[in-house]
Nanobody, 121 residues
Framework: VQLQASGGELVQAGDSLSLSCAAS????MGWFRQSPGREREFVAA????????DYADSVRGRFTISRDNAKNTVYLRMNSLKPQDTAVYYC???????????????????WGQGTLVTVSS
């Protein structure tokens, strides 16, 4: 499975930005992020059906994960961006993940190369 994340760029605090991840196949998908000196952390996840989603507390209400299976693409819409959202964002895929494990890096088998989001204050 090849995952291609895109959309990262330099924005200002308060701006919005959308990331995309192209992934062919029937996979549950997640977004994670990693900033310098920190571990990779969960951001959001979505089932293949789109019926179940989960968000990290730090982004809940600001970020929205969605998918278009006809286009084999998962999106992460990020609103009200903050400097602390600055990170490399990775998309990840797994054939199936139970709801309680959607936040775990170990639940995902495939990872994209990451796209850099920089939020200036």
């Amino acid at each position: 499975v090849q995952l291609q994340a895109s959309g990262g760029e330099l924005v200002q605090a308060g701006d919005s930005l959308s990331l995309s991840c192209a992934a062919s196949g029937r996979y549950d998908m997640g977004w994670f992020r990693q900033s310098p000196g920190r571990e990779r952390e969960f951001v959001a996840a979505i089932r293949w059906s789109g019926g179940s989603t989960d968000y990290a507390d730090s982004v809940r209400g600001r970020f929205t994960i969605s998918r278009d299976n006809a286009k084999n693409t998962v999106y992460l819409r990020m609103n009200s961006l903050k400097p602390q959202d600055t990170a490399v964002y990775y998309c990840a895929a797994t054939p199936r993940v139970i709801l309680s494990a959607m936040r775990l890096r170990s639940s995902y088998y495939y990872w994209g190369q990451g796209t850099l989001v920089t939020v200036s204050s």
